[in-house]
């Protein structure tokens, strides 16, 4: 039985023809997108200077659409009060003088590579400090045509805007930066900005920043009026919230151990003087070279912030803890001062009585018994006073009795120092978080 062999020259030509269909199919494409762009915008077919019309090809105002893409925010700078984003700026718009055929269903817009031959809005940033554009490896823009005139602009732009800040509550503090766009020449009777419907505002998922957390943001309208006319303004801010976790490792964790550094001079011997002023002077520079250095990073803004607070109170207890050592060295003077003369009024005393008793002795006089009983009656009357106060105030002698445990006055200064440098230092602690921490947020 022979078998018939099938030759493949048949299917091969099918393959070659339909390689040929294709290729002509895309050319006739390219054909028919270049017929349709000279149709609209052909030499004297169309001017870019006219801007087009408004809702049903009317007089009224263009509308734009405007759709941001937040890409990166890269810096938040305090002391200028700037902060640089990267974003995808959108505008969509409908120009029917760009309306074409879509041939069925075939073509569903058109894209042009170079947007300067159509009208585009003049939009600007009116919070931007620096800009530009994104050249590599080409121009990073994008215009769509649409057949019903639709038209689609998106480009990728970097800002450094401007951010007014309020500093009173830094570092524990919440900042508003805006990205503020508006029409510069169009006014509101010529040109309208609206924002896109659904949402006006993305922002990328791996969005980071180095001291500031992004909580959320708000669209808003801010049509301004001037002595040229009013015209048509859009707005986002952007709240961010200030991390608090570096500047409680870099500020508030040191300036604590300085202040409790300091208390250390409350446990040094009195007459250790060398110690104890090398203690208060290396504590109180180191503090006044930290505060420095904090106010060195912000700027120099006329009221008061919450890290002056904190710094400016921690400084006065390093600075107080030097006063107190001041305090001690002159009473513990003081005290070796009347020890001195009650130790020389004793000796004269002893001296007096001494003389009395050879006095008393040459003169024959046996009575010299009589002020020890005299003397022995004062204690007596003593004792009974003690007493007394013991049974009126047991409260105020509990106290005298802990004080009478340390005979001199800069003992008791260093004592009550001990106790009460840190309690201060709690409750100012307390009012400190409490104000600063549970305030009442109005921008909430």
Not at 34 to 51: E, N
Request: proline residues 5%; aromatic residues 12%.
């Amino acid at each position: 039985m022979m078998t018939r062999r099938i030759c493949p020259v048949p299917f091969l030509v099918l393959l070659v023809l339909q390689g040929a269909i294709l290729v002509c199919g895309k050319a006739n494409f390219r054909q028919i997108e270049k017929k349709i762009l000279d149709s609209i915008i052909g030499p004297g077919r169309y001017d870019s200077r006219i801007r087009p019309h408004g809702i049903n090809n009317t007089d009224g105002p263009a509308l734009v659409r405007v759709n941001i893409y937040i890409r990166s925010i890269s810096e938040i700078d305090d002391v200028r009060m700037e902060y640089s984003v990267q974003l995808t700026f959108r505008e969509q718009w409908r120009d029917e003088r760009l309306q074409f055929d879509d041939m069925g269903g075939q073509v569903r817009y058109l894209t042009l590579t170079d947007p300067d031959r159509i009208w585009k809005p003049d939009l600007f940033f009116s919070n931007e400090k620096e800009g530009h554009f994104h050249n590599i490896i080409m121009p990073n823009v994008l215009l769509r045509i649409y057949p019903n005139g639709d038209v689609l602009y998106s480009i990728r732009i970097s800002l450094v805007l401007s951010c007014p800040m309020d500093l009173k509550f830094y570092p524990l503090d919440k900042q508003t930066c805006s990205i503020v766009m508006a029409s510069y020449g169009y006014t509101t009777e010529d040109l309208v900005f609206l924002w896109k419907e659904g949402d006006p505002v993305q922002v990328t998922k791996n969005l980071h920043l180095p001291r500031f957390t992004l909580e959320r943001f708000f669209t808003d309208y801010c049509t301004s009026r001037t002595n040229t006319g009013e015209y048509s303004c859009l707005k986002v801010d952007l709240l961010f919230k200030r991390e608090f976790s570096y500047y409680l490792i870099q500020i508030y964790i040191p300036c604590c151990m300085l202040v409790i550094v300091s208390w250390v001079s409350f446990w040094l011997d009195q007459n250790a003087v060398p110690a104890r002023v090398s203690l208060g002077v290396t504590t109180l520079l180191t503090m006044a070279t930290q505060t420095s250095g904090i106010n060195a990073s912000l700027p120099p803004v006329s009221y008061t912030k919450a890290i002056d607070v904190w710094t400016g109170v921690c400084l006065t207890f390093v600075f107080g803890a030097l006063l107190e050592f001041a305090l001690v060295n002159y009473a513990s003077r003081s005290d070796a001062h009347k020890k001195s003369a009650k130790e020389q009024q004793k000796k004269q005393w002893e001296l007096e009585h001494a003389a009395l008793e050879a006095d008393h002795l040459e003169d024959g006089a046996t009575t010299f018994a009589m002020p020890l009983v005299h003397h022995h009656g004062d204690l007596h009357a003593e004792k009974m006073r003690q007493c007394e106060v013991h049974m009126k105030s047991p409260k105020v002698n509990l106290c005298r009795r802990w004080m009478n445990r340390f005979p001199s006055r800069s003992k008791r200064i260093d004592v009550i120092s001990r106790i009460f440098f840190p309690l201060m230092f709690a409750l100012f602690n307390l009012v400190y978080w409490t104000t600063y921490l549970f305030r009442e947020d109005k921008e909430e």
